[in-house]
Antibody, heavy 120, light 107 residues
Framework: EVQLVESGGGLVKPGGSLRLSCAAS????????MNWVRQAPGKGLEWVSS????????YYADSVKGRFTISRDNAKNSLYLQMNSLRAEDTAVYYC?????????????WGQGTLVTVSS | AIRMTQSPSSLSASTGDRVTITCRAS??????LAWYQQKPGKAPKLLIY???TLQSGVPSRFSGSGSGTDFTLTISCLQSEDFATYYC?????????FGQGTKVEIK
């Protein structure tokens, strides 16, 4: 069974930093592209970043480019999101998600999410 | 970025109704379209990908159609557990983008 467990969320002041982690199990982590998707309170879904299986390809939403860094450690079955220069508008639940399958497929398996609150 | 526009933003329906939600892309995305269901406080659940392929374990009352710019999600016979918010998403190009969501409420 695919399991994704996010951690690292919390309350941080504007301009601060936070590192989210996602522990994966139940599948061969090194074979799949991974994603971060967020949802501000009461709002819709927003794709944040994606990373290919070997980290060769990385993509970011314009809203986080230059501030957030996605990475993965295939030996540890873990995905990360380093978030710097945080703003109030980054407040959201952050979901880790695995692509549904190999190749061009959407996020098909999601974690339960971790809440990030940016406030003074 | 490709803009995804869903309609309606919300709808009221009764158990047993046939429900249709549409999603329009601002440019052609072939069949790189997914549909998700989300219930309050829960992670999204993938229902359909490649515009019309049902994710494993999803009931057959859900179906998807379309290609290019216009897509449809249909629930053939609404069940109580289907009251939720539905999102479309294009994964044709980065940045991936979602529609604004359609909330399906009980009439």
């Amino acid at each position: 069974e695919v399991q994704l467990v996010e951690s690292g969320g919390g309350l941080v002041k504007p301009g601060g930093s936070l590192r989210l982690s996602c522990a994966a199990s139940g599948f061969t982590f090194s074979s799949y592209s991974m994603n971060w998707v967020r949802q501000a309170p009461g709002k819709g879904l927003e794709w944040v970043s994606s990373i290919s299986s070997s980290s060769s390809y990385i993509y970011y939403a314009d809203s986080v480019k230059g501030r957030f860094t996605i990475s993965r450690d295939n030996a540890k079955n873990s995905l990360y999101l380093q978030m710097n220069s945080l703003r109030a508008e980054d407040t959201a639940v952050y979901y880790c998600a695995r692509d549904q399958d190999y190749g061009d497929t959407p996020p098909g398996y999601w974690g339960q999410g971790t809440l990030v609150t940016v406030s003074s | 970025a490709i803009r995804m526009t869903q309609s309606p933003s919300s709808l009221s329906a009764s158990t047993g109704d046939r429900v249709t939600i549409t999603c329009r892309a601002s440019q052609g995305i072939s069949s790189y379209l997914a549909w998700y269901q989300q219930k309050p406080g829960k992670a999204p659940k993938l229902l359909i990908y490649a515009a019309s392929t049902l994710q494993s374990g999803v009931p057959s009352r859900f179906s998807g159609s379309g290609s290019g710019t216009d897509f449809t999600l249909t629930i053939s016979c609404l069940q109580s557990e289907d009251f939720a918010t539905y999102y479309c998403q294009q994964y044709y190009s980065y940045p991936q983008t979602f529609g604004q969501g359609t909330k399906v409420e009980i009439k």
